[in-house]
């Protein structure tokens, strides 16, 4: 017994040599498979994108405004968009609806390359085609048309119903004060211009203030755009800026269940075709100011005057005296009373003036 012990104890030593060994080459191939799996797999990579955002039609609503600075607010929050080009075909819209969009984008500028691709960028639209680094345009894009359509506040009418506390609180300014505004307007328009361009800009502001309109190759020319090409040379070089080779193209929209104004909603209220001066009026009741471009069709549309306010007085065929209060100081122009006074002259109606409110109670 002993004897045969011995034998097995040295066969037994080396099956578990073997054993071992077997698994030492079988954990240095595993690890070998894993290294080479490691180094031969790619890993997977953030993906770059260059953004697109549409800006078409009129901005004269909040809903169109709103989406709009909705999306320029998630192209400047989402990391893996590291340029955007903006597409413009608009006509401009309402000054602060305007200023926003430029703003906006101004704000995008500084994280990111801005390039815009212009169809047509009229008043306004051209208003937000200068917050962009670079602008391409196509042969015969139209830009330009730079200056304000401003609507004056209406034609105080006195009234023994209403009575206001302030002179100017029914109009908010005065007649002589308004044109004032509307050149401190203007005046915001041009300095974006000049900052925008800088010195590829080659107009004077006098030439501007002619709101003249622009084909695409001679705005090139002009220093109001920078070079004719496609939008996919927008894409392009917004990319080069960026310092991307590898990237995809994606167009920013509005969420599906997001709020449309009436454009969108295909009522056409302020579509490019039938946009008027009535509606500029009901969409922003005078004293309202716009960076827009109506095109003659639309002014032709439009009534004579579609914000004054007739006075529908019945004519006094006796005599009688008509009393002026002016202890409120309501500010009435000169030259309507002047034009009043005549003609109650001519039906032997003489006017007073009354500077104390007890004088004209009295009355």
Avoid: C
């Avoid at 391409?136 to 048309?145: A, C, K, N, Q």
């Avoid at 044109?179 to 107009?203: Q, T």
């Avoid at 003489?350 to 004209?360: A, P, Q, R, Y």
């Amino acid at each position: 017994m002993g004897r045969k012990a011995e034998m097995e104890s040295p066969k037994l030593g080396f099956k578990r040599k073997s054993v071992v060994a077997a698994l030492l080459v079988i954990f240095v191939i595993a690890l070998s498979l894993v290294a080479y799996t490691y180094h031969h797999i790619p890993i997977p990579q953030r993906r770059d994108f260059v953004g697109i955002i549409r800006i078409e039609g009129y901005i004269e609503e909040p809903a169109v405004v709103n989406r709009h600075i909705s999306l320029i607010s998630e192209a400047m929050a989402n990391e893996s968009i590291k340029a955007v080009v903006i597409e413009i075909d608009s006509g401009g819209g309402y000054v602060v609806y305007i200023e926003q969009v430029y703003l906006h984008l101004l704000a995008l500028k500084e994280k990111k390359p801005l390039i815009a691709s212009v169809i047509s960028a009229l008043s306004g639209g051209y208003y937000i085609a200068v917050a962009a680094d670079y602008i391409f345009v196509y042969p015969t894009s139209t830009l330009g048309s730079v200056g304000v359509i401003a609507y004056a506040p209406s034609v105080l009418v006195p009234s023994e119903l209403y009575i206001e506390t302030g002179a100017y609180k029914w109009t908010g300014f005065t007649q002589l004060q308004f044109p004032s505004s509307v050149d401190n307007v203007l005046a915001n328009f041009l300095g974006a211009i000049e900052k925008g361009r800088g010195d590829r800009l080659k107009v004077t502001r006098e030439e501007l203030k002619k709101a003249l309109i622009y084909f695409g190759d001679e705005a090139v020319k002009l220093g109001l755009a920078d070079e004719v090409g496609s939008l996919q040379k927008a894409v392009e070089d917004a990319a080069r800026r960026a310092n991307i080779t590898r990237y995809e193209v994606v167009e920013l929209k509005p969420i599906a269940n997001q709020t449309l104004g009436v454009e969108e909603a295909g009522k056409g209220q302020t579509s490019s075709k039938k946009l008027t001066l009535d509606m500029l009026s009901s969409l922003h009741p005078p004293p309202a100011m716009h960076y827009v471009h109506l095109p003659m069709e639309a002014i032709m549309a439009s009534s004579p005057s579609p914000y004054s306010m007739p006075l529908n007085a019945s004519r006094l065929s006796t005599r009688g005296t008509v009393i002026v209060d002016a202890s409120h100081e309501n500010k009435v122009s000169w030259w309507i009373l002047d034009a009043l006074i005549v003609e109650l002259a001519k039906m032997n109606v003489t006017v007073s003036f009354l500077s104390d409110w007890k004088d004209v109670s009295a009355q």
